[in-house]
């Protein structure tokens, strides 16, 4: 018995890829041969089969072309040949107009090689019969959504399937998709929708988060142990407490720019997202700073709400859809020249899910298309900034760690490294692995730490390797991930958001200038 890579409609030929020849021995020596093959793998001729066998050693193994490639058509004397076509749920997912797409896989797993998780669990853990990113697409339709439920979860969202998919394939996409039709979390529905449309609601819930968590802070504020079930979740990382005074009620009393006319500047409304509102607003305050000292008029919007990616990636896409017509309308509400954001996954959300989540609505697609023309993360707006200055080889160093939403869902990383170099005067010391996700995944690390400790792990790893006393990030979720790592294991390695360093560096500028 034996699979196939492809079958070939016009002459009936099928195709077996492998590095060892195991096919082609047990498919030439029995008397009767066995096919059992997918009809997805069904193509029309020789020419598209030739396409596949180009792009399978390549995706699954690196190789130009595979050591044995096996073409069959027909049975010889005295032996037998039997092809079985299987639907087994091929034919409902092709019906599917949003998942169809994953029939386009042809199999190379070079999605499982790249995936963090995979990497770490392997695939007992990670998959039923097709493991890694497409597994979890496809284990529902071929297998039964009782084989996919504990696995969906799984996945921490770092888009490196999509990025290393020949079929170009939105893998991250499907799955977060599939969360949506699957089981909830009992009365996950009414949490997310009753906090996340309730401001302030939602900033009563954090003050009182704010208070409780006094018990749990170090001399140093940071926190190390959580109470009860919670106890574990911290695993050997430290977190940031919820600040006394969120950005948003800094933003009250703040005046603007000392200097320059705001009439010839371009307007820029900043979008802070959760995570730096509450826990950082310091970073939010130097990302204000940055852009004011860099000729920027910066207005804060302060009824902004979350993004709804808490509740996309948790599959309540009703609550997500909410969410963006919400802050579409707050956001075009002002004229602006940008929206900038510092939190990677808000920037991807505002640019490409607020578009994809009202594609039904009309006048609000519309909107969120304009909106989305004006997203833009702040060192993509700082990189056109950017100075034709040349540093002393002594100014101090830093690694940079690419963000996973940063990187692969907006296709920014060489603007945080010119911003770096060019404004803040800083040296890059490159890690290896620089854009490996570091393990956070938003809520992930704390529904699955052993697994996010060990990605983790590799990051500090790599970070250690340089040297550098500072890793840059443009991600808050980044920051406290790693951070909170060092800090478990006593390293004096700093971790700052570009937007800060580039703060610091201005305002000594600004202190030397006078």
Do not use: W
Request: glycine content about 10%.
């Amino acid at each position: 018995m034996s699979g196939a890579n492809f079958a070939v409609a016009d002459s009936g030929t099928i195709g077996l890829v492998t590095n060892e020849g195991n096919a082609r021995l047990v498919t030439t020596i029995p008397k009767t041969h066995i096919a059992l093959i997918g009809i997805e793998k069904i193509v029309p001729s020789l020419a598209e089969a030739l396409d596949i066998l180009d792009i399978l050693p390549k995706n699954a193994t690196g190789q130009k072309i595979t050591s044995y490639v096996s073409l069959i058509r027909g049975p010889s004397d005295g032996r037998e040949l039997h092809i079985v076509l299987l639907d087994n749920g091929r034919k409902e997912l092709a019906a599917d107009p949003r998942f169809s797409e994953a029939l386009k896989c042809v199999k190379c797993g070079a999605c499982a090689n790249v995936c963090p998780v995979y990497e770490t669990v392997g695939g007992h853990v990670f998959g039923h019969v097709y493991v890694g990113g497409i597994g979890l697409v496809l284990t529902p339709f071929f297998h039964g959504s009782e084989n996919a439920r504990d696995i969906l979860g799984l996945c921490i969202g770092c888009r490196r399937c999509n990025e290393i998919c020949a079929a170009k394939i939105d893998i991250e996409g499907l799955i977060l998709d599939l969360r949506e039709r699957g089981a909830k979390i009992p009365g996950q529905k009414a949490l997310f929708g009753t906090f996340m449309r309730n401001r302030t609601l939602f900033h009563g819930a954090l003050r009182a988060a704010y208070l409780a968590q006094k018990p749990f802070q170090g001399k140093d504020g940071r926190i190390r142990h959580l109470p009860l079930v919670l106890g574990d979740d911290t695993g050997n990382r430290s977190l940031p407490p919820i600040a006394e005074k969120p950005f948003h009620e800094m933003m009250r009393k703040r005046k603007g720019p000392e200097t320059g006319s705001n009439e010839t500047r371009q307007r820029v409304l900043f979008f802070s997202g959760c995570l730096a509102d509450f826990v950082f607003p310091g970073m939010c305050r130097d990302t204000v700073e940055s852009l004011e000292m860099l000729g920027y008029s910066v207005h804060f919007p302060r009824e902004q709400l979350c993004c709804g990616i808490p509740a996309r990636y948790s599959g309540e896409m009703e609550i997500a859809r909410d969410m963006a017509r919400l802050n579409t309308g707050i956001l075009m509400r002002e004229q602006a020249d940008f929206v900038v954001t510092i939190c990677p996954t808000c920037t991807m959300s505002l640019k490409r899910d607020f578009a994809n989540l009202l594609e039904a609505e009309p006048e609000n697609l519309a909107l969120a298309r304009e909106l989305a023309s004006k997203v833009i993360n702040f060192s993509e707006l700082a990189a056109g900034k950017v100075p034709d200055a040349v540093f002393p080889e002594d100014c101090e160093s830093v690694t940079y760690h690419d963000a996973c939403h940063l990187k692969r869902g907006c296709g920014v990383f060489r603007e945080p490294r010119a911003v770096l170099e060019g404004i803040a005067g800083r040296k890059i010391v490159e890690m290896e692995g620089s854009d490996t996700c570091c393990g956070f995944g938003g809520s992930y690390a704390f529904k699955y730490p052993e697994i996010s400790n060990e990605i983790l792990k590799r990051k500090m790893a790599a970070v250690a390797a340089t040297g550098a006393g500072t890793v840059a990030v443009d991600c808050p979720g980044c920051k406290m991930h790693i951070e909170g790592g060092l800090e478990g294991i006593k390293s004096r390695v700093c971790v700052e958001h570009t937007a800060s360093i580039v703060a610091q560096s201005l305002r000594r500028k600004r202190q030397t200038a006078k």
